[in-house]
């Protein structure tokens, strides 16, 4: 059970990278996954919702997706301030619990 | 300004207690209930559970139960955390977050004899 992240990606600026979170029929597959995004010593920034759709002042470079038990996020023109860590989360209707993802660190090359 | 304002660092030993406040501000405060996610140093988010505002009701994670409390005062739109037994491996940010979309700045723990 978890959501599982690669814990790292690298990406050169201006190109598009795509994250991505496994989980399961219990979490995102029938609740979805939201996005965060965290700066060191910063508290996380949610990029997107459980329903895919982007809160308001959050670019439109942040796209993201789900298929099945994966979900996807993919940042498009990558900018030097996207290099932080990534979380994906979902609700757990199996364990009654709120799951995050082990994080993906992001590098802009 | 909607948001969530948390209590200063603190510093305490092994076996020691830590209580941990998060008062809410610009929204209703009665219509979300308001997680408590720790990280510890280099670490990914972990949900610690939630409250609910209007019964006081909880509901805490596996690993948690029975060392963590949350309790609130509606009258000040406070939410608080306490840490019972404390080892070092409680040595963490704590963040009281209403849902994904409003976090507060957190809150260093650190636990050392």
């Known amino acids: 059970a978890g959501l599982t992240q690669p814990p790292s990606v690298s990406k050169g600026l201006r190109e598009t990278a795509t994250l991505t979170c496994a989980g399961d029929?219990?979490?995102?597959?029938?609740?979805?996954a939201a996005w965060l995004q965290q700066h060191q010593g910063h508290p996380p920034k949610l990029l997107s919702y459980?329903?895919?759709s982007r809160p308001s002042g959050i670019s439109e470079r942040f796209s993201a997706s789900r298929s099945g038990t994966t979900a996807s996020l993919t940042i498009s023109g990558l900018q030097p301030e996207d290099e932080a860590d990534y979380y994906c989360s979902a609700w757990d209707t199996s364990l009654n619990a709120w799951l995050f993802g082990g994080g993906s660190r992001l590098t802009v090359l | 300004q909607v948001q969530l304002l948390q209590s200063g660092a603190q510093m305490k030993k092994p076996g020691a207690s830590v209580k941990v406040s998060c008062k809410a501000s610009?929204?209703?405060?009665?219509?979300?209930?308001m997680h408590w996610i720790r990280q510890a140093p280099g670490r990914g988010l972990k949900w610690m559970g939630w409250?609910?505002?209007?019964?006081?009701?909880?509901n805490l994670a596996e690993g948690f139960q029975g060392r963590v409390t949350m309790t609130l005062n509606t009258a000040t739109s406070t939410v608080y955390m306490e840490l019972n037994r404390l080892t070092s491996d409680d040595t963490a940010v704590y963040f009281c977050?209403?849902?994904?979309?409003?976090w507060g700045h957190g809150t260093l723990i650190t636990v050392s004899s």
């Open positions: 610009g929204y209703n405060f009665m219509a979300h209930y």
């Open positions: 977050a209403r849902g994904e979309n409003l």
């Open positions: 409250i609910n505002p209007i019964t006081g009701g909880t």
């Open positions: 459980r329903n895919n």
């Open positions: 029929s219990n979490n995102v597959a029938n609740q979805g």
